[in-house]
């Protein structure tokens, strides 16, 4: 079974500095891992993947995430944080071993982004 | 272009009645996605369409939740005798083809109350 773990239900960033969400992962074969972002009574909103090649993955927003196969990781980032990042970040992942290609992604808990002015 | 639409947006029932939720992927995806998120929980999945047919139900969490695809485009989820355990916002997402690489883009959802 594939499993992700947020650790943070909250992380807090004063505006202008860096941020980071952490995310780690279990599945099978290969991982292909996702972040959205959740804006208050609305839907998930796509950031970026990772399927394969470069580590570091560049977003929408200015974000970005680092795969680390060894410590099972993919870290959300951005260097320069703004109040409008607040918002509730999803990681996820989905294993690429299944006959038939695409089942579900399984979610984390979610992390709380707030940013500070 | 339109992005996946969900109806209603909000929905109050009773428990013990039948509801349906209705989810309009992005034209030409063939293939289209249910969650369920609880309040303070990511989106778990609950069953997963390639074209008409469902590929995969194992996340339904039991014969209450059903769902259909007939034309290979709009999908409902129907839940029968509804408990308040069911109140939830239901998510649906879709994606242009089966393929684990695909990026899965979200609807707003429908939040389900069940009193």
């Known amino acids: 079974a594939q499993s992700v773990a947020q650790p943070e239900d909250q992380v807090n960033v004063a505006e202008g500095n860096p941020l980071t969400v952490k995310c780690t992962y279990s599945v099978s074969g290969n991982p292909y891992l996702f972040w959205y972002v959740q804006y208050p009574n609305r839907g998930l909103q796509f950031l970026l993947k990772y399927i394969t090649g470069d580590n570091l993955v560049k977003g929408s927003y200015g974000f970005e995430a680092e795969f680390n196969k060894s410590q099972t990781s993919f870290h959300l980032k951005k260097p320069s944080a703004l109040v409008s990042d607040s918002a509730l970040y999803f990681c996820a992942v989905r294993g690429g071993l299944k006959p038939g290609g695409a089942d579900g992604l399984t979610f984390g808990k979610g992390t709380h982004l707030i940013i500070q002015p | 272009g339109a992005g996946v639409s969900q109806t209603p947006s909000n929905k109050v029932t009773e428990k013990g009645k039948y509801v349906e939720l209705r989810c309009d992927p992005i034209?030409?995806?063939?293939?289209l996605y249910w969650y369920r998120q609880s309040l303070g929980q990511g989106p778990e999945f609950l069953i997963y369409?390639?074209?008409?047919?469902?590929?995969?139900d194992s996340g339904l969490p039991n014969d209450r939740f059903f769902a259909v695809r007939p034309e290979g485009s709009v999908s409902t989820l129907k839940i029968q005798r509804t408990e308040r355990g069911d109140s939830a916002v239901y998510l649906c997402a879709s994606s242009p083809w089966r393929s684990s690489t695909d990026t899965q883009y979200f609807g707003p959802g429908t939040r389900l109350t069940v009193l």
């Open positions: 034209s030409g995806h063939t293939a």
């Open positions: 369409f390639q074209g008409t047919g469902a590929a995969d």
